[in-house]
């Protein structure tokens, strides 16, 4: 078996793992709480979860008629067809993220280490909103870290790091350099991703340019 065999197996493992937790996390939340604003822009956790599971849902010819829709933008088919599959019932959207836990599908580009990132860091934009305290294994954690800290990651998400150096206070990690911002790993990790934190979770002189409120 070669290297990258192996990898692919550590991956895939770790993405099913991922799928599985949040899919209990999921079935065990109140109807009222699918509702909440998650920390990805515009989208409730329903949108959150809608959005997770359309490559489980959308054949490869739903998906190429769905881009023509939106006129060649991804973004927007995404963000669309979210909107659209969010009314679908809980629990065939928990079902559809559960039944698929070992579903191969990987974004374009991406890998299986695209899959995991994608898995975790849309994870963490649901939990994190709900404040249910859910950390992320370390092991998966780092493979995430290594795929959104990629120049093309950076270039993707847009977020302006520049002088800054972000530094876990949880594991031994850091990235960039300049003044530093601490925080959880996981945490660090949706900063590159685009994300606005709650008020509290980072520290520093800088922390306050990734904050919803200014602290």
């Given at each position: 078996m070669?290297?990258?065999?192996?990898?692919?197996?550590?991956?895939?493992?770790?993405i099913?793992?991922?799928r599985?937790?949040l899919a209990?996390v999921?079935?065990?939340?109140?109807?009222q709480?699918?509702?909440?604003?998650?920390?990805c822009?515009?989208?409730?956790v329903?949108?959150?979860?809608?959005?997770m599971t359309?490559?489980?849902?959308?054949?490869t010819?739903?998906?190429?008629?769905?881009v023509?829709k939106?006129r060649?933008s991804f973004?927007?088919?995404a963000d669309?067809c979210?909107r659209?599959?969010?009314?679908?019932?809980i629990?065939e959207?928990?079902a559809?993220?559960r039944?698929n836990?070992?579903?191969?599908?990987?974004?374009?580009?991406?890998?299986?280490?695209?899959?995991?990132?994608?898995?975790?860091?849309?994870?963490?934009d649901?939990?994190?909103?709900?404040q249910?305290?859910r950390?992320?294994?370390?092991?998966?954690?780092?493979?995430?870290?290594?795929?959104?800290?990629?120049?093309k990651?950076?270039?993707?998400?847009?977020?302006?790091?520049?002088?800054i150096?972000l530094?876990?206070?949880?594991?031994?990690?850091s990235?960039?350099?300049?003044?530093?911002?601490?925080?959880?790993?996981?945490d660090?990790?949706?900063?590159i991703?685009?994300?606005?934190?709650?008020?509290g979770l980072?520290?520093?002189a800088?922390?306050?340019?990734f904050?919803?409120?200014?602290q």
């Open positions: 070669t290297g990258s065999s192996v990898k692919d197996i550590h991956l895939r493992n770790a099913a793992a991922e599985q937790e209990e999921l079935n065990a939340l109140p109807t709480l699918w509702d909440t604003q998650s920390l822009a515009r989208w409730r329903r949108e959150v979860v809608a959005h359309m490559p489980f849902r959308y054949s010819q739903r998906f190429v008629v769905e023509v939106a060649g973004n927007r088919m669309r979210a659209q599959d969010a009314e679908l019932q629990d959207l928990v559809s993220l039944d836990t070992e579903n191969p599908w990987k974004p374009p580009g991406g890998g299986f280490e695209g899959a995991l990132a994608h898995d975790v860091i849309h994870g963490l649901i939990t994190m909103a709900l249910l305290g950390k992320v294994p370390e092991d998966r954690l780092r493979m995430v870290l290594d795929v959104v800290t990629r120049p990651s950076i270039k993707f998400f847009g977020t302006d790091l520049n002088g150096e530094r876990a206070d949880d594991i031994e990690w990235f960039g350099s300049g003044t530093p911002v601490f925080g959880l790993a996981q660090l990790a949706l900063v991703s685009g994300r606005k934190l709650p008020a980072l520290q520093g800088a922390s306050r340019r904050a919803h409120i200014t």
